[in-house]
């Protein structure tokens, strides 16, 4: 009798339970490695009721399957949408995607039939970030990739991208080998981390007075190469840097900050993404060291300004790096989709991350427009000779087959290489400011008003 | 310099560790801790400390441990600062301080922390993996009471709110899913545990993430320390406090809300051992973990005190991460980490051992702090600060498998 009492209790325990994750799990949670859960539900489905997918329906029999196929056009994308990646990248970029393949579904779809959008989540993981890239592959048939924002994934992901011809624009990876390796298959819409770094040593010298820089990086395959070059470039201009890595996660920094504070430097970047740069920005603050005592780029991040000033809430007088157009420059389309995405999210701006995303689906869905097939072959043709109008500005792929880097008489990196992604100095010069409202100090071009040096 | 001495020290503790438990075992005396007293005096005075300890073969006396242990860490220092003679942590003896006084605090929470993970396992011999989402889960609860839900509630109410609410998850988990491993239903209770325990860690982490989103929340500093000059405000050399800073001896500061979360973690310990020691569920629950069989012949029902001992495990997690989210952001998964230092500690402390789980807290905040602060490389010191622990764990597991205070096997 108890015995069957307790097994009950069990029971109603455990429904419970799975009818709490089945209400809250589609809202934020994607899982690789079980199909059915890991398939995010295309936000214009309503207008695709033929493509629901029951549980275990991967044993469907192949005509259906090529039925399916021949009914929608399947875009795989990728995005961190669980630890250690960075979440809160992950679900900008989930949402910079719906509101992309609405406007694609709204405008007729893709060469006459509806998209259809696997998102996929890497968990900023490479080896994750490969099982995804082979499920989408092999299991979802889909003809073309977008997305991601880590660059340690990109690397691996490029691989697979290479072994089975499939299309990729990278979104948000930023480090130089990912289209260095000259793959047909590999392009991207995200700035280089070299390029980023040389933007920064210059901002850096333009301020006048700084010798020594301490550079606090991420132990990953984005901040280890992106603390060098940023390194180089600095010495270049004779300025020195030091170089503190952690790993992501890392909560406390106090010992690295007092080390930092023992190499007296004139300026700290921060190369460290995610929650982990809140940590280190406001324990240097309150050690002393922090955006208003000495001047700091602080990560990204701070962009997302309400939860900036949350976390960090001596972090006034801070830098921060934008990528995408300044919002005097906005386009239509930068206007457009900056307002969708705040209706959204509700958040006050956009972060780069998010216009990259909406990007790289839209961009994608052009070219397989333009290529008039799902032939991966056209579709690169097709890629390399867009030019779209988007959140970023004007998108081309000018390093290519056809003018490929010896020719044009540049790097490597620059293959299939977006070349122009604005990217400006913002800087925080009130506590609370809202992001939008940072001003600009960088470059000439852009800018909106003077820094305000801490000290001077 | 350091390399060699390095490998001085290893070769020596090995021959030691190998030699000396078979020549206490020929000599038929008692083998406990040989295996340790050996490794640790091979590091420190190399075959003459060993031809000593085999020589004379005394008793091994907490004294025969403290010793060569002492004198191990001394010579390693000195090789350290001869090599490196510039390091902040040769040269600067505010640093060391500083450093030192940092990883005391951060140590002591970290107990607190592992005492909860250490008392489920005393007394329900469950490790349990879903110790890290409640320490996530208390800092998440005082951020929504005192930030969201009531807004301008004192921190230290939400504090007490958070206790009781992972108090009360424990004790409902416990009752629904530990419960049945004592009444023969579960076949492999063990295995039964760890995988219930690793399923309700997921299920707490991805719930959260389901409900908060992945945004990083922090929580205000919940105390505002008053302006204090003291001796005297033209000179204020001893202490120096001002709302965000606490500064002693005119070179160590702290932020005060690591103070504080250092004073809610004493007060927190304090109870603790009170409650343990000095009331009567108190010493119901020791006798649990000392004998089940004997304590329930003495009319004390075993299974009241594993709910009882599961629910205090889950909220002194919660209290730790409680007083951390002032200190650090929060975001759904940072238990993760959390729970695995957790682990290393109790481990060193010896699994189940009160005390070894504060010792080894303060063990590891210490270790932690001087490695990130002394290791020359800037680019590995930090990176490494989960390796640190790491070592420590090791080097336990393979000198003195029970743990510092752990029982005998």
Redesign the interface.
């Given at each position: 009798m108890l015995r069957s009492r307790r097994v009950w209790w069990l029971l109603a325990a455990l429904t419970a339970l799975v009818l709490a994750l089945a209400a809250c799990a589609p809202a934020n949670v994607q899982q690789v490695g079980s199909p059915p859960a890991a398939e995010e539900e295309a936000p214009g489905e309503e207008a695709m009721p033929a493509q629901e997918e029951a549980p275990g329906e991967e044993a469907a029999p192949a005509e259906e399957a090529a039925m399916e196929e021949a009914e929608t056009i399947k875009i795989g994308a990728l995005a961190p949408l669980s630890a250690p990646g960075s979440v809160t990248g992950g679900e900008a970029m989930k949402a910079a995607f719906e509101i992309a393949l609405e406007e694609i579904n709204e405008a007729g779809g893709v060469l006459g039939k509806p998209v259809e959008l696997i998102l996929v989540d890497t968990a900023g993981q490479p080896e994750q970030g490969v099982a995804a890239m082979e499920k989408l592959i092999n299991e979802d048939k889909v003809v073309a990739v977008v997305g991601e924002y880590h660059s340690a994934v990109g690397l691996a992901v490029k691989e697979v991208a290479r072994q089975y011809h499939i299309p990729v624009v990278f979104a948000e990876t930023w480090n130089d080998d990912i289209t260095a390796s000259m793959y047909p298959e590999v392009f991207r819409i995200a700035p280089l981390s070299s390029e980023v770094a040389a933007v920064d040593a210059k901002f850096i010298a333009s301020l006048g007075g700084i010798e020594k820089v301490v550079i606090m990086t991420e132990n990953t395959g984005y901040g280890i190469p992106a603390a060098e070059s940023t390194t180089e470039r600095l010495a270049e201009l004779g300025i020195e840097a030091v170089t503190f890595s952690a790993d992501l996660g890392t909560q406390d920094f106090s010992a690295i900050i007092e080390r930092i504070k023992a190499e007296e430097p004139d300026m700290i970047l921060v190369l460290v993404t995610g929650e982990t740069s809140y940590n280190f920005e406001q324990q240097a603050a309150e050690a002393g060291i922090g955006p208003q005592d000495i001047p700091m780029i602080c990560n990204q991040v701070a962009g997302d300004s309400e939860s900036y000033w949350k976390n960090v809430p001596d972090g006034n007088l801070c830098f921060y790096r934008r990528i995408g157009l300044p919002r005097a420059l906005y386009t239509p389309e930068t206007q457009a989709f900056a307002e969708k995405y705040m209706a959204r999210t509700g958040k006050a701006d956009v972060e780069s991350y998010a216009m990259e995303a909406y990007d790289s689906l839209k961009l994608m869905a052009q070219a397989i427009n333009e290529a008039g097939s799902t032939d991966a072959d056209a579709i690169i043709e097709a890629l390399e000779n867009i030019e779209y109008q988007g959140a970023l500005g004007t998108i081309t792929f000018p390093v290519n087959s056809k003018n490929p880097p010896e020719a044009a008489g540049v790097e490597p990196k620059w293959w299939h290489q977006f070349p122009k992604p604005a990217i400006t100095m913002v800087q925080y010069q009130e506590p609370g400011q809202d992001s939008k409202d940072a001003v600009v100090v960088f470059p000439e071009e852009y800018k909106t008003g003077e820094p305000i040096i801490p000290g001077r | 310099m350091l390399a060699y001495v390095l490998l001085w020290m290893v070769l020596w503790a090995m021959v030691g560790g190998v030699m000396t438990p078979r020549i206490y075992a020929r000599k038929d005396l008692d083998v406990a801790n040989t295996g340790l007293a050996g490794a640790l005096m091979g590091a420190a005075l190399g075959p003459f400390g060993l031809a000593l300890l085999w020589w004379r073969s005394p008793k091994l006396t907490g004294r025969w441990l403290a010793t060569p242990g002492v004198l191990a860490v001394l010579l390693f220092a000195a090789a350290f600062a001869r090599t490196y003679p510039g390091n902040?942590c040769v040269s600067?003896g505010s640093?060391v301080v500083?450093?030192v006084v940092?990883?005391l605090i951060?140590g002591l929470i970290y107990g607190l922390m592992a005492l909860g993970l250490t008392l489920i396992f005393s007394i329900l011999g469950v490790v349990s993996f879903s110790h890290g989402e409640f320490y996530m889960i208390g800092g998440m609860l005082v951020y929504y009471m005192s930030v969201v839900w009531l807004p301008g509630l004192n921190p230290l109410v939400a504090l007490v709110g958070a206790a009781l609410i992972t108090f009360l998850i424990g004790v409902v988990f416990e009752r629904?899913?530990l419960?049945?491993m004592n009444?023969g239903?579960v076949e492999r209770p063990g295995e039964y545990a760890i995988l219930v325990t690793f399923g309700l860690a997921f299920?707490l982490q991805?719930?959260t993430?389901?409900?908060v989103?992945?945004?990083?929340?922090?929580a205000?500093r919940f105390l505002d320390y008053p302006r204090l000059d003291w001796p005297s405000p033209e000179n204020p050399w001893l202490l120096r406090m001002r709302a965000?800073?606490v500064e002693f001896l005119d070179t160590v500061?702290i932020?005060t809300?690591?103070v504080t979360a250092a004073l809610i973690a004493m007060v927190m310990l304090l109870i603790l051992m009170w409650f343990l020691y000095r009331t009567w569920i108190g010493k119901a629950l020791r006798a649990v973990s000392e004998d089940r069989q004997a304590a329930a012949v003495t009319g004390i029902n075993p299974d009241t005190m594993n709910t009882l001992a599961f629910g205090m495990g889950t909220m002194l997690a919660g209290l730790s991460g409680a007083s951390?989210v002032q200190?650090?952001?929060?975001?759904?998964?940072?238990g993760?980490?959390a729970s695995a230092r957790a682990f290393v500690i109790i481990v060193l402390g010896g699994m189940g051992s009160l005390p070894g789980a504060f010792v080894g807290g303060l063990i590891v905040g210490l270790v932690?702090?001087?490695?990130?602060?002394c290791i020359p490389d800037?680019?590995?010191?930090?990176?490494y600060?989960?390796a640190y622990g790491m070592v420590i764990l090791t080097l336990v597991l393979l000198l003195k498998p029970t743990g510092l205070f752990g029982r005998e096997l």
């Amino acid at each position: 009798m108890l015995r069957s009492r307790r097994v009950w209790w069990l029971l109603a325990a455990l429904t419970a339970l799975v009818l709490a994750l089945a209400a809250c799990a589609p809202a934020n949670v994607q899982q690789v490695g079980s199909p059915p859960a890991a398939e995010e539900e295309a936000p214009g489905e309503e207008a695709m009721p033929a493509q629901e997918e029951a549980p275990g329906e991967e044993a469907a029999p192949a005509e259906e399957a090529a039925m399916e196929e021949a009914e929608t056009i399947k875009i795989g994308a990728l995005a961190p949408l669980s630890a250690p990646g960075s979440v809160t990248g992950g679900e900008a970029m989930k949402a910079a995607f719906e509101i992309a393949l609405e406007e694609i579904n709204e405008a007729g779809g893709v060469l006459g039939k509806p998209v259809e959008l696997i998102l996929v989540d890497t968990a900023g993981q490479p080896e994750q970030g490969v099982a995804a890239m082979e499920k989408l592959i092999n299991e979802d048939k889909v003809v073309a990739v977008v997305g991601e924002y880590h660059s340690a994934v990109g690397l691996a992901v490029k691989e697979v991208a290479r072994q089975y011809h499939i299309p990729v624009v990278f979104a948000e990876t930023w480090n130089d080998d990912i289209t260095a390796s000259m793959y047909p298959e590999v392009f991207r819409i995200a700035p280089l981390s070299s390029e980023v770094a040389a933007v920064d040593a210059k901002f850096i010298a333009s301020l006048g007075g700084i010798e020594k820089v301490v550079i606090m990086t991420e132990n990953t395959g984005y901040g280890i190469p992106a603390a060098e070059s940023t390194t180089e470039r600095l010495a270049e201009l004779g300025i020195e840097a030091v170089t503190f890595s952690a790993d992501l996660g890392t909560q406390d920094f106090s010992a690295i900050i007092e080390r930092i504070k023992a190499e007296e430097p004139d300026m700290i970047l921060v190369l460290v993404t995610g929650e982990t740069s809140y940590n280190f920005e406001q324990q240097a603050a309150e050690a002393g060291i922090g955006p208003q005592d000495i001047p700091m780029i602080c990560n990204q991040v701070a962009g997302d300004s309400e939860s900036y000033w949350k976390n960090v809430p001596d972090g006034n007088l801070c830098f921060y790096r934008r990528i995408g157009l300044p919002r005097a420059l906005y386009t239509p389309e930068t206007q457009a989709f900056a307002e969708k995405y705040m209706a959204r999210t509700g958040k006050a701006d956009v972060e780069s991350y998010a216009m990259e995303a909406y990007d790289s689906l839209k961009l994608m869905a052009q070219a397989i427009n333009e290529a008039g097939s799902t032939d991966a072959d056209a579709i690169i043709e097709a890629l390399e000779n867009i030019e779209y109008q988007g959140a970023l500005g004007t998108i081309t792929f000018p390093v290519n087959s056809k003018n490929p880097p010896e020719a044009a008489g540049v790097e490597p990196k620059w293959w299939h290489q977006f070349p122009k992604p604005a990217i400006t100095m913002v800087q925080y010069q009130e506590p609370g400011q809202d992001s939008k409202d940072a001003v600009v100090v960088f470059p000439e071009e852009y800018k909106t008003g003077e820094p305000i040096i801490p000290g001077r | 310099m350091l390399a060699y001495v390095l490998l001085w020290m290893v070769l020596w503790a090995m021959v030691g560790g190998v030699m000396t438990p078979r020549i206490y075992a020929r000599k038929d005396l008692d083998v406990a801790n040989t295996g340790l007293a050996g490794a640790l005096m091979g590091a420190a005075l190399g075959p003459f400390g060993l031809a000593l300890l085999w020589w004379r073969s005394p008793k091994l006396t907490g004294r025969w441990l403290a010793t060569p242990g002492v004198l191990a860490v001394l010579l390693f220092a000195a090789a350290f600062a001869r090599t490196y003679p510039g390091n902040l942590c040769v040269s600067n003896g505010s640093f060391v301080v500083t450093q030192v006084v940092n990883g005391l605090i951060l140590g002591l929470i970290y107990g607190l922390m592992a005492l909860g993970l250490t008392l489920i396992f005393s007394i329900l011999g469950v490790v349990s993996f879903s110790h890290g989402e409640f320490y996530m889960i208390g800092g998440m609860l005082v951020y929504y009471m005192s930030v969201v839900w009531l807004p301008g509630l004192n921190p230290l109410v939400a504090l007490v709110g958070a206790a009781l609410i992972t108090f009360l998850i424990g004790v409902v988990f416990e009752r629904l899913f530990l419960r049945v491993m004592n009444t023969g239903q579960v076949e492999r209770p063990g295995e039964y545990a760890i995988l219930v325990t690793f399923g309700l860690a997921f299920f707490l982490q991805y719930l959260t993430l389901a409900l908060v989103g992945a945004t990083p929340k922090k929580a205000p500093r919940f105390l505002d320390y008053p302006r204090l000059d003291w001796p005297s405000p033209e000179n204020p050399w001893l202490l120096r406090m001002r709302a965000g800073t606490v500064e002693f001896l005119d070179t160590v500061s702290i932020a005060t809300p690591r103070v504080t979360a250092a004073l809610i973690a004493m007060v927190m310990l304090l109870i603790l051992m009170w409650f343990l020691y000095r009331t009567w569920i108190g010493k119901a629950l020791r006798a649990v973990s000392e004998d089940r069989q004997a304590a329930a012949v003495t009319g004390i029902n075993p299974d009241t005190m594993n709910t009882l001992a599961f629910g205090m495990g889950t909220m002194l997690a919660g209290l730790s991460g409680a007083s951390l989210v002032q200190v650090f952001s929060w975001v759904p998964w940072v238990g993760t980490l959390a729970s695995a230092r957790a682990f290393v500690i109790i481990v060193l402390g010896g699994m189940g051992s009160l005390p070894g789980a504060f010792v080894g807290g303060l063990i590891v905040g210490l270790v932690e702090a001087l490695g990130a602060g002394c290791i020359p490389d800037p680019q590995r010191a930090a990176a490494y600060i989960p390796a640190y622990g790491m070592v420590i764990l090791t080097l336990v597991l393979l000198l003195k498998p029970t743990g510092l205070f752990g029982r005998e096997l």
